[in-house]
Every structure is written in C-alpha cells, then in structure tokens.
C-alpha cells in the first residue's frame, strides 16, 4: 500500500507543477466550451439543448490530450523499468497511475462543468446533472484510454495512433454519458437506466483497464 | 547466494546477439561484462533484470530469498536514471525508497554519501549529468537489494566520483552482496571478466 500511495502522490505532485499538464486539461475543457457559443450563433434554446452534448465532447477531447502522458514519461526516462522489476504487480501500479491521472486531470474537468454550464444556457438542475454524469463517466475514458496510452508507448508512436485507438473505445461511454445528462433536463426519460450503465462502464474500465496495460507495457519493453 | 546463467540466448530485432551464453557469479563477488559496443552487454543485463526474456537457455538465483524473484532482488542502474525533472533531489529519492520498499535506510543520510546533500531540496531538472548518476547510486544505497546490475556506472562521474562508488561497490560486496556491471573502464575492484559478443 504504501508503494501505490507514493506512486499516486508523486504523479499527481508532477501533474500538479509547472510542466505538468493537469491544467492544460481545463483550459482545453473551457476553450472548446466557450468557442462553441461562437459557432453555434445566440439561439439560447439550442444552446441549452446542446449543452451537455457540448460539455461531453469538451470533457473527452480534453481528457484524450493529457492521456498522451500517462506513460510516455516513465518509459522514456527508464522508471518503467523499476516498476516492472519492483514487488508491486504491474497491473497495481497501471491502475495506481490511472487513478492518478484521473484526480489530477478528470476531477478538475467535472469541477469545472458548473461554470461552463453557465455560458451554455443550463440552469442549475441540469448542470449539476451534467456534472454528475461526468464524475461517474470520467474514471472510465480514464481507464479504457490507459490501454490506447500502454499501447502508444510500445509501438514508439504517441499523440495521433493515442486519439485513433481511444476514440472509438470511448463511443459507449460517451452516448451513456449524454443519455443520461438528457434525461435528467427533459422529464419523462429515466435518468437511473443510462447512468447505471456509466457507472458499470467505469467499474469494467477499472477491472479491465489495468490489466491490459500491464500487458501491453510487459510485451512492449525492450 | 549464487547467480547463474545457462547457455543464455538473446535475440534483438531478429538478429541474434548472443548465444550460449554461461555465466556464474556468488556472493561478494563482482562480475564486469566487457566486450565491443552492440555486442550486448546492456541485453545481458537487462535480461538477468527481466526486462528482458531469454530466448534460450536460463537465467537463476539461487540461496536468495524464496519467495521474491531474481528481479524483485535486483537494483538496475541503467542509461536512464529514472528521475522526474519536476520534484526535488529528495523527492524523487524518497518517492523510489516508499515505491521500490523492502529493507530501506534514510535518504538524507545517502544523500550525504554521495555528497548531494546540499543539493537535496533542487528540483532534479538543474543536476549535472554526474550529480544524476550520483543520485542514481543513492537509490541503491537507500533501498537494499543484494544484486546490483550497473550499466556502465562510472559514466559521468568525476575522479573523486569514481573513487567513492569504488568503495560504495567495495562494501556492498563485504556485505554479501553480487554485482553485475557492463563497462568499459576498470571498475577499481577485483572483478572477474565476462566477455560477450567476441567472435574471433
């Protein structure tokens, strides 16, 4: 346990300091938020029915950008090496980094909907619903991207092959994710159905998640 | 404690590298791997590491202990430091010592042994390649762990440098330790020579 905590503090220690990168997420949360007010034109109906669609993509582009750098770091500077030879399973470890990741680069963007909601015409109900779905949503683009981050490593290919492998993975979670923040705004759809499938998302990310990695990373080392 | 390799075989990108490959080293003993540049010394150790698996042929510890494999007994001490530009001297020491654990000692006091202990709260970024490899060696110094496999571990190092790894290799040996080191100067112990990649 008290490897898993040091790896978690000391990622989202670097994460946090200048260089890091968990920040550069929210600004690009925040951009792409706000520019869609520009494309889209003042219709504050639209705006507000396109809302969570728009704050959901926001989130996904956002979390894919900061991805990249998971495990490129440890692979290139050699402390991938000492965490495959070390007494923590690699799969911890994965899930450890993914958990980091996640505190430093996907809590931020669902503390960030409230302020982006309003800029898109949502009232506080289907904000807060929006959030919610996020934090339940996030923890799974986390874990399901951590395989397209083990495997951009191994293949020496990161950034574009990174959105090419994750993107398509992220499609179930996204259309849950937006299921969900809709039902919540427009009354009779069920709004329990489409999140208890997000959530299952996420715990499956999670299960399955770190194993691929630690696969893909053991494979890939050389 | 013994370390032995039998009829080892490595193959990198298809081309083969070496092949039949024995080796033997016990405790308070060291090793030196020499040979030409790509004959693979940095293969060898990383496959007693298991970074690396053998294509043929094996790679044993034997006397350590059971339950641990020959990895989780290792420190590998490679080209690539393993140190995050972002956090300080002692964060980056303090971060291995709590994630690598096993039997540890103080950091500050390892610090002090290589002489970097004034340098302790510098984020690792503004180090000198030397002051990297110095702080490298603290790590096996901080964690305990009785096989050392060091890839040319002089590089960078000044005289005075030189000198004390000598001694801080010296005491790991007394201690019961085994050491492993690619290299291409003399170590300043009493080694025995592995040769590999000589075709002549």
């Known amino acids: 346990m008290t490897a898993l905590g040091a790896l978690i503090r000391r990622d ?211 | 404690m013994r370390l032995s390799g039998r009829g080892v075989r490595c193959v990198r990108g298809g081309r083969e590298v070496f092949s039949g490959l024995d080796f033997e080293a016990s405790s308070g003993e060291a090793l030196a791997v020499v040979g030409p540049n790509g004959a693979g010394k940095t293969s060898l150790l990383r496959l007693i590491a298991g970074v690396l698996a053998p294509d043929d042929g094996s790679i044993a510890l034997d006397g350590g202990e059971d339950e641990l494999t020959l990895a989780e007994q290792s420190h590998y001490l490679g080209h690539r430091d393993a140190l995050k530009p972002a956090l300080s001297v002692s964060e980056n020491l303090t971060f291995w010592r709590d994630f690598l654990g096993g039997g540890t000692s103080d950091p500050a006091e390892s610090l002090a042994v290589v002489e970097l202990d004034h340098a302790a709260r510098l984020p690792a970024a503004y180090l000198s390649a030397g002051q990297r490899r110095r702080l490298s060696i603290a790590r096996l110094l901080t964690v305990r762990r009785p096989v050392w496999l060091l890839d040319e571990p002089t590089n960078a190092l000044d005289t005075a440098g030189q000198k004390l790894f000598a001694v801080l290799m010296g005491d790991h040996l007394a201690r019961g330790g085994l050491i492993v080191a690619a290299t291409h100067t003399p170590l300043g112990i009493a080694a025995r020579t592995l040769r590999v990649g000589d075709h002549q």
């Open chain 1, 12 to 222: 989202i220690r670097i994460a946090l300091r200048v260089g890091g990168g968990a920040l550069i997420g929210v600004l690009f949360f925040l951009t792409v938020v706000v520019l869609m007010p520009f494309a889209i034109g003042p219709d504050l109906a639209l705006l507000a029915r396109l809302g969570p669609a728009i704050l959901w993509l926001g989130a996904l582009l956002a979390s894919l950008l900061t991805l990249d750098r998971l495990f490129t770091a440890d692979h290139d500077d050699g402390s991938l090496d000492l965490m495959t030879m070390s007494r923590t399973p690699l799969e911890l470890s994965c899930a450890a980094k993914a958990l980091a990741h996640w505190l430093a680069a996907g809590l931020p963007l669902v503390i960030a909907t409230p302020i982006l909601g309003l800029l898109l015409n949502l009232d506080l109900g289907a904000t807060a619903a929006v959030a919610l779905t996020l934090l339940a949503g996030t923890p799974a683009l986390t874990f399901t991207g951590m395989i397209g981050a083990a495997l951009a490593v191994t293949l020496h290919r990161g950034g574009l092959l990174l959105a090419v492998l994750v993107l398509p993975l992220s499609i179930p979670v996204l259309i849950f994710g937006v299921a969900a923040s809709e039902a919540a705004i427009t009354e009779p759809l069920s709004f329990g159905a489409p999140f208890s499938i997000l959530c299952a998302l996420s715990l499956f990310g999670l299960v399955v998640g770190p194993y691929a990695a630690a696969a893909s990373l053991r494979h890939g080392l050389d």
